[in-house]
């Protein structure tokens, strides 16, 4: 079956810290993993898009990794801030021409000053 | 423009109401997408839309019907719903079907009452 299982559940953190966010997926033949922000009551935001082959990809404070023979990824948040209090979903694409996503059950980031 | 616009922003309707909700995209996307998310849950698709074409409709009850009326719009009507059905309705659109990056709209707040 396949599954995205995100880790933790919720997190808390101070402004100005650094956090990683966990992905674990079963889904196959896999394609593609992303990485979206959820801001409470409003549509997701795409941060990071990785392919087979792509090991790390960056966008400003957000870095995310993939290891496709673990099937696992990470979301790291450099130098947080107070706007990085979001819910964060991972989301896999399988490579059979599904039209669907497969959505991870999220992190909820909460970051405090 | 890379926005998904939905209206409105919040409803509330009893359950011998009927309305509609509205999403329009101008990003030439010929997928589009209806999910429902409910608190603290990662998002459920509903219906699909190929070319303005239904081509997949997760066993969604009858009360919830799609209509896409062009490329860039889509349209969900609501008719007899009930309590659990309140939710945050969100509409996402996409290049193609598969495997491209999904766009979210900002999501509608309904309360069914």
């Known amino acids: 079956k396949n599954q995205v299982e995100q880790s933790p559940q919720s997190l808390i953190i101070l402004e100005g810290k650094n956090c990683t966010l966990q992905c674990n997926y079963t889904v196959s033949p896999f394609s593609n993993l992303r990485w979206y922000k959820q801001d409470t009551g409003r549509g997701p935001v795409s941060l990071t898009i990785m392919t087979f082959s792509e090991n790390t990809k960056s966008n400003g404070r957000y870095t995310a990794t993939l290891d496709a023979d673990t099937k696992q990824s990470s979301l790291h948040i450099t130098a947080s801030q107070l706007s990085d209090s979001a819910s964060y979903i991972c989301?896999?694409?399988?490579?059979?021409?599904?039209?669907?996503?497969?959505f991870g059950t999220g992190t909820r980031l909460k970051v405090l000053a | 423009d890379t926005e998904v616009t939905q209206t409105p922003k919040h409803l509330v309707m009893g359950m011998t109401n009927k309305k509609s909700l509205k999403c329009e995209q101008h990003m030439g996307h010929r997928a589009m997408y209806w999910y429902k998310q409910k608190a603290k849950k990662p998002p459920e698709l509903m219906f699909v839309y190929s070319y303005e074409k239904l081509s997949i409709n997760e066993s969604v009850p009858s009360r919830f019907s799609p209509e896409c009326p062009n490329s860039s719009l889509l349209n969900l009507h609501l008719h007899a719903l009930q309590p659990e059905d309140s939710a945050l309705y969100l509409c996402?659109?996409?290049?193609?079907?598969?495997?491209?990056?999904?766009?979210f709209g900002p999501g509608t707040r309904l309360l069914v009452l």
């Open positions: 989301v896999v694409s399988a490579a059979s021409g599904t039209y669907k996503y497969i």
């Open positions: 996402a659109s996409s290049q193609g079907v598969k495997e491209e990056t999904q766009y």
